[in-house]
């Protein structure tokens, strides 16, 4: 019996090098999976070059040309079920998932946070724990719910710093997510969580 590969969908709202990581796991066969499409919600995200580089087809929109929520959830709803979409990676994805897309993909969307949550949720993690003077940094991947960075916890990678420089201190958490995220979506389309 042949098995149908697993079929992904990416969001993104900037630079993407999550989705670059995930993109290029599924070409070298870590990832046992591909990236159908690339949602964007911000046109001339950087993103969108890697999506052109890899050969993954793009949606971008913007959320104001649409009457609500719903209204744009909807047609990416359309687009995902047309595209047969088992799974939603949100990689830097700046917006909080309605009630239409969870609906349509209940347990099947998943984020990666640049922080051990609970802790540290929103979009200044890396930030708000450095001012808060923690000396463990982390990265979480989770299921999403309707909450800001809540959900369910899949995995977490940890690192210790104590240095002072926010750069150096960004690249290293972004080290750790590629390979978590590749890890979490594995266990995912394997069923083992
Ligand atoms: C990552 O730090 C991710 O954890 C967070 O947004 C950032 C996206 O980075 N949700 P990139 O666009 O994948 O480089």
Redesign the pocket.
């Known amino acids: 019996m042949v098995m149908k590969k697993c079929r992904l969908a990416v969001f993104?709202?900037?630079?993407?090098?999550?989705?670059?990581?995930i993109a290029e796991a599924c070409r070298d066969g870590r990832i046992d999976a591909e990236v159908v499409l690339l949602v964007c919600d911000k046109p001339g995200?950087?993103?969108l070059e890697r999506a052109q580089r890899f050969g993954t087809e793009s949606f971008v929109f913007n959320p104001k040309d649409y009457e609500s929520k719903a209204a744009y959830e909807t047609l990416l709803v359309h687009m995902l079920e047309e595209r047969k979409v088992d799974y939603i990676c949100?990689?830097?994805?700046?917006r909080i998932v309605g009630p239409v897309l969870l609906g349509s993909f209940e347990q099947r969307i998943v984020?990666?946070?640049?922080s051990l949550l609970p802790s540290f949720k929103g979009?200044h993690?890396?930030q708000d724990a450095v001012d808060y003077g923690v000396k463990i940094f982390g990265?979480t991947t989770h299921f999403v719910d309707e909450t800001l960075?809540g959900g369910r916890i899949i995995d977490q990678g940890a690192i210790v710093y104590e240095g002072n420089d926010i750069e150096e201190l960004?690249n290293l958490?972004?080290k750790i997510?590629?390979n978590l995220y590749v890890k979490s979506i594995n266990k995912l389309i394997n069923k083992k969580f």
């Open positions: 993104a709202s900037g630079s993407g090098s999550n989705y670059e990581a995200a950087k993103v949100l990689a830097g994805y700046m984020n990666i946070h640049p979009a993690a890396i990265v960075d960004t958490i972004h997510e590629h």
